[in-house]
């Protein structure tokens, strides 16, 4: 028989299993398949994993069998809130590889379309927020004015929300004969009811409290991630590509790139707001003015790329949107790489999410403004 | 019988008086428990019912919606259409859960709301209970409701579950002193804890205006207090859909799910009978000291009228907080009760004393 012995264990012996929670694949504050990987203790966020992959496509590998001229349509499904700005950048990067000079027109419609679509993403940015702070109401308010948007949308192209309307070359068809009247009704609405938003949410004293001086991201975190977007700016990252590298129209028209300073959650919401009252200001600046000519020129159904690397950057309304080609000279790329927002922007929460509650972590997660098939494309 | 809709009195008793005619006393109590139980039973579900149908058409209004317009003229068959279909659904027990305690929360949560809803008179004459501490009784009973909760995040076997009954747990156990406070403030005024007395008591003017200062504020963090109790939002942490998926009742369906619904919707209508009793004079019509006129025609509306608008009122109060604040965090929802609403309802019951004593009221 074995002998008895008692066995003492000291505190650092005491093996005890940590609360893991997996949030996601499916969760209502994940907005789609992510999973993260929650290590907590009681409400206390230790650690936050991001897992990824869910809704991987594969659309790099697709492009190498495409032509150039395919390649735009397949970029609508990876930032579905930014299609157009997707499209737009594919054939910016084809245009200028082939150094086709695209007519004013079809600049000032790309431009247009780019700040619409991002007014949109906003809208739906905030309806998701206000959901997941507990506001239920601000999801309706939202939607309602982005209907307008999507309905300028379809009237030109046919589509609401994978646009397909950019393409090398031009945009694929002129716009609607109503298009300038409704843009402008719809900014004169939209003026009025944007601080509608404020009121509801912005001003509210509890909103206040669980978004100011939360999560709060550095500058030279935000660099050192790679933070892009609104998300970038206020930690007080300068990486507007708009202002950086203009291109379509934005050479010709006068905007301020939005900073904040804090980096907490409060000025990554409140940042969105006023990019709204911006993005009216450059259609307004534009609207008027669209030159009169063709919308695009013409393109061969087959394009080949001369040999060697393109790289094209784009400010969507998650942050910089960047594809990459090598070239071997064939009609499909030989690579091609996409540098999405929202990556590199899901891989900065888990610094900034210690040590917060599980509260904070969903309203943090929400001002990153996630699409997570533009994660896994 | 005698059938008087301004005061039940005389139905009741002629009731009782021809069933005890025949029948031994015992049958006679046997008989009437039956019938209050059976009325008590379908007024839960129809109210309940009623409810939920008035929070999606109110919720609709605040999100420029409709709200249910197909399954019956304006919708008013969709809650009867869900409520068939949660009773339809699957029992699903989790693996691993402890089922003793996983089947026997939803019965707890439903029980005490249907023992707290015993006291509350309707109208004149229209209730079964009238202790001498029915305002203590509610809030004793009401504050079992906890343990169902936590028993239900408990043995359900899932993380978000507990997270939720633990957040659930603190919550109303903290809120219930906000609660209780702010009635004991009223009962400094009322003196007295029998509900009839408190009624009573406001047949010149409805205690909110009587009690003035002290008595709105105890008003207004009594119904803070209230919503925090029944777990809606801003408070709805227990089950904060965007945190916590459902919270406690995560792994509950059909019809578990549905008694915590229920529940919830039940103890919604306590809790602003509770503050219509005390604050808004119950089933008293309004009243205004001596203007004789004016208390004549107001006495024409029955009281069972007056009761119902008045916790209609506060009920949609509360729908207007749910659908318009965003949620509170765990830290500070306990910091709004121990910091701010506690020391106000002392001091608050200290003001009323003052008032009591010195009657400063009118």
Known sequence: MAEYKEVYLTSDEIKTDDYLVNMGPQHPSTHGVLRLLVKLEGEKVLNVQPHIGYIHSGIEKMTESLTYIQIPHLTDR???????????????????????????????????????????????????????????????????????????????????????????????????????????????????????????????VIFRERTKGVGILSKEEAIAYGVTGPSGRASGFSCDIRKKQPYSAYPYVKFNEIMGTDGDTFTRYHLRILEMFESMDIIEQLIDNIPEGDYAVKMKGVTKLPEGEYYQRVETGRGEFGVYVISDGKKNPYRMKFRSPGFSNLFAINNIAKGWKIADLVAIMGTFDLVIPDIDR | MAFNIYDFTPLTKSIHDSLSASLSPTATLAIEWTIVGVLYLLFVAVFGLFLVYAERKVCAAFQQRLGPMRVGPWGLLQTIADFI?????????????????????????????????????????????????????????????????????????????????????????????????????????????????????????WFIFKGHIPAVIAFIVFVIAGTAETNRGPFDLAEAES??????????????????????????????????????????????????????????????????????????????FKWTFPRLRVDQILNLEWKYLLPINLMNIILMTLVVLFGLHF
């Open chain 1, 78 to 204: 990876m930032d579905y809130l930014a299609a157009h700005m997707n499209n737009e950048a594919v054939s910016l990067c084809v245009e200028k590889a082939l150094q086709v000079e695209v007519p004013e027109r079809a600049k000032y419609i790309r431009t247009i379309f780019d700040e619409l679509q991002r007014i949109a993403s906003h809208q739906l940015w905030w309806c998701a927020f206000g959901m997941d702070m507990g506001a239920l109401t601000t999801f309706f308010y939202g939607l309602r004015d982005r209907e307008d948007i999507l309905d300028i949308f379809e009237e030109t192209c046919g589509a609401r929300l994978t646009l397909n309307y950019s393409i090398p070359g031009g945009v694929m068809f002129d716009i609607h004969p109503n298009f300038q009247r409704d843009v402008k009704a719809f900014i004169k609405k939209f003026r009025a009811k944007l601080p509608e938003y404020e009121r509801l949410l912005t001003g509210n």
């Open chain 2, 85 to 205: 279909k949660l009773l339809m659904k699957e029992l699903i027990t989790p693996k691993r859960a402890d089922k003793l305690l996983y089947n026997l929360a939803p019965f707890i949560v439903i029980i005490v709301a249907f023992v707290s809803i015993s006291v509350i008179p309707f109208a004149p004459g229209l209730v079964s209970f009238d202790f001498d501490i029915g305002v203590f009784f509610v809030t004793s009973v009401s504050s079992i409701g906890v343990i169902g909760v936590l028993l239900a995040g408990w043995s359900s076997n899932n993380k978000y579950s507990l997270i939720g009954a633990m957040r659930s747990g603190a919550q109303i156990v903290s809120y219930e002193l906000s609660v209780g406070l702010a009635l004991i403030t009223m009962i400094v005024f009322a003196g007295t804890m029998q509900i009839s007395g408190i009624i009573e008591g406001q047949r010149d003017m």
């Open chain 2, 243 to 320: 945190e916590l998926t459902a919270g406690f009742h995560t792994e509950y369906s059909g019809i578990k799910f549905a008694f915590f619904f229920l529940a919830e919707y039940i103890n919604l209508f306590i809790v602003a009978a509770m503050a219509t009793i005390v604050f808004l004079g119950g089933w008293m019509p309004l009243h205004f000291g001596e203007f004789e006129a004016f208390n004549n025609v107001m006495d024409l509306i029955p009281g069972l009228f007056w009761f119902f608008m008045k916790v209609f009122f506060v009920i949609f109060l509360m729908m207007w």
